[in-house]
T-cell receptor
């Protein structure tokens, strides 16, 4: 059972455009929703995260929009740059006990920003 | 400061052999997680340590997989009697108190 569904699988955006990646979750116990950015040969790096008590969080060119009732959240990358080309993973977690916040990941979106 | 490190970065082994994968977390981090990432997929949780205590091993696929963190720092994930289906990227992540996790570069395991 895939608890976090991510789309699209791949995305091509022109430089300066807006990249949008969507995720949907099933487990209503999730209370922490991070996005990770992964470059080839590297581990996932935390990009931005949100909790369900807010509907939007912005950090620079990156914005998370969160819809608790629809159990959906999305990442918007404004003014996309070629350096943003990477694989993006959404994830979700909750305290599973004893301080464990195991992450449940989506399958990833490969973003290519073309000049 | 130094991030999470893992070794070896690549491991090729024959079916039936045992392998040990090492994770060196960020200094002072109390939480340590192991994940497995198949090609084209997101990481999947294997096990979690709080200091030296293995608090959650619900993601370990079977009893051939084990992990330890004896002194609350370096952790080792051991796979006994490896099978071809064990081939994957194995990632370690560490964190302080709370949800934020910092991932290492991973160990790519190939079982022939």
């Amino acid at each position: 059972q895939q608890q976090v569904k991510q789309s699209p699988q791949s995305l091509i955006v022109q430089k300066g455009g807006i990249s949008i990646i969507n995720c949907a979750y099933e487990n209503t116990a999730f209370d922490y929703f991070p996005w990770y950015q992964q470059f080839p040969g590297k581990g996932p790096a935390l990009l931005i995260a949100i909790r369900p008590d807010v509907s939007e969080k912005k950090e620079g060119r990156f914005t998370i929009s969160f819809n608790k009732s629809a159990k959906q959240f999305s990442l918007h990358i404004m003014d996309s740059q070629p350096g943003d080309s990477a694989t993006y993973f959404c994830a979700a977690s909750t305290d599973s006990g004893a301080g464990s916040y195991q992450l449940t990941f989506g399958k990833g979106t490969k973003l290519s920003v073309i000049p | 400061g130094a991030g999470v490190s893992q070794s070896p970065r690549y491991k090729v082994t024959k079916r039936g052999q045992d392998v040990a994968l090492r994770c060196d977390p960020i200094s002072g981090h109390v939480s340590l997680y192991w994940y497995r990432q198949a090609l084209g997929q997101g990481p999947e949780f294997l096990t979690y340590f709080n200091y030296e205590a293995q608090q959650d091993k619900s993601g370990l696929p079977n009893d051939r997989f084990s992990a330890e963190r004896p002194e609350g720092s370096i952790s080792t994930l051991t796979i006994q009697r490896t099978e071809q289906r064990d081939s994957a990227m194995y990632r370690c992540a560490s964190g302080g108190y709370g949800e934020t996790q910092y991932f290492g570069p991973g160990t790519r395991l190939l079982v022939l």
